[in-house]
């Protein structure tokens, strides 16, 4: 290749492919769609992971273990050493309270989760759908050693949260013939 060779053929201003013109241009009659078939007609767009009839690679890659993304739960979480920096001794702290200060952001469906780490200083009294056992017993003795009373109710614990514990039924006994 020579250096006047280099910009041979490239175009700015390339004219797209007229197709259906007639015989002499090469893409008349049939519009360099062949004949029949379901790829010659109207509106036909290939899938853009249709691999030609081979087998799809999502179909070729084998599966193992259990997805549950369906039913994962989004929560917001936040530690308890944003919540000491962040409110002062005796705020009621919600999920409204955590966006205005920019502790929460974006789309949580399942609400907030407080995690215990780091310390808390103050006591608070926190509204969340969830608590991490840390944050609880951390919020728990804030309040405790503020009320100067050691069984004073945890603060955490004041959210009200409908817990359904399923235990498993007992089952009558049947008797059973050997033979079954």
């Known amino acids: ?21 007639g015989p002499g241009s090469g893409h008349g009659k049939t519009s360099s769609k062949g004949h029949k078939g379901h790829s010659s007609r109207q509106g036909f767009k290939y899938n853009a992971l249709f691999e030609g009839g081979q087998i799809p690679l999502a179909r070729r890659v084998p599966k193992r273990g ?11 979480i936040v530690n308890l050493s944003s919540l000491d920096a962040c409110f002062e001794a005796g705020a009621v702290i919600d999920e409204a309270a955590l966006r205005l200060r920019g ?11 407080i995690l215990g780490d780091g310390e808390i200083s103050k006591p608070l009294t926190v509204h969340a759908q969830k ?50």
Not at 70 to 76: M, P, R, T, V, Y
Not at 106 to 112: E, Y
Not at 146 to 158: V, Y
């Open 66 to 76: 259990f997805v549950n993304g369906a039913f994962k739960k989004d929560f917001a």
């Open 131 to 180: 608590f991490s056992e840390s944050a609880a017993a951390k919020i728990a003795a804030a309040a405790a050693a503020s009320s100067g009373s050691p069984e004073a109710r945890p603060a955490a614990l004041r959210v009200q949260l409908i817990r359904v514990r399923t235990e498993p039924v007992s089952q009558p006994a049947t008797e059973r013939s050997p033979g079954e």
């Open 1 to 21: 290749m020579q250096l006047h060779d280099v910009h041979q053929g490239i175009h700015k201003r390339k004219k797209r492919k007229r197709v259906g013109r």
């Open 103 to 113: 502790l929460v952001k974006g789309r949580h469906d399942d609400g907030v989760k």
